[in-house]
């Protein structure tokens, strides 16, 4: 199936797996991506060398791209959100705040940037900041 979302994030379905913090968790994500959606990670319940060891257990377990989250309000979450950046995942997601300088480090090596957002003036103010580069 060809569609807007699968060419831009490289998948072969339109299916995203939710970052849900205590399920989302990289045998889900990587299942996921096997089977052609795109699963995301939810690093809300980790540190940051438990995000990282996630990032690599899901690499681990798939070579089909991934996403990982980080809702940028609660704790530990802009850490998190680097180490996403260090690990170059493929697709960061994003939500409750400003997210462009996600959006700016990701695009450096290629990766892509969903926002979550909650109402339609935030996502008119985050379609300002994230592109399909």
């Given at each position: 199936?060809?569609?807007?979302?699968?060419?831009i994030?490289g998948?072969?379905?339109?299916?995203?797996?939710?970052?849900?913090?205590?399920?989302?968790?990289?045998k889900?994500?990587?299942?996921?991506?096997n089977?052609?959606g795109?699963?995301?990670?939810?690093?809300g319940?980790?540190?940051t060398?438990?995000?990282?060891?996630a990032?690599?257990e899901?690499?681990?377990?798939?070579?089909?791209?991934?996403?990982?989250?980080?809702s940028?309000?609660?704790p530990?979450?802009?850490?998190?959100?680097?180490?996403?950046?260090?690990?170059?995942?493929p697709?960061?997601?994003?939500?409750?705040?400003?997210?462009?300088?996600?959006?700016?480090?990701a695009?450096?090596?290629?990766?892509?940037?969903?926002?979550?957002?909650?109402?339609?003036?935030?996502?008119?103010?985050?379609?300002?900041?994230?592109?399909?580069?």
């Amino acid at each position: 199936m060809k569609t807007r979302i699968t060419e831009i994030l490289g998948i072969k379905y339109p299916i995203l797996l939710s970052g849900m913090s205590w399920v989302s968790v990289p045998k889900l994500v990587a299942a996921v991506s096997n089977a052609g959606g795109l699963g995301i990670l939810a690093t809300g319940p980790l540190s940051t060398d438990e995000t990282r060891r996630a990032v690599h257990e899901i690499r681990e377990l798939t070579d089909k791209p991934f996403g990982a989250n980080a809702s940028l309000l609660f704790p530990g979450a802009t850490e998190n959100a680097r180490v996403l950046l260090e690990e170059k995942v493929p697709v960061i997601n994003f939500a409750l705040v400003k997210g462009g300088w996600i959006v700016e480090e990701a695009h450096k090596y290629g990766g892509k940037v969903l926002a979550t957002v909650v109402n339609h003036r935030h996502a008119k103010k985050s379609k300002t900041m994230v592109r399909t580069a």
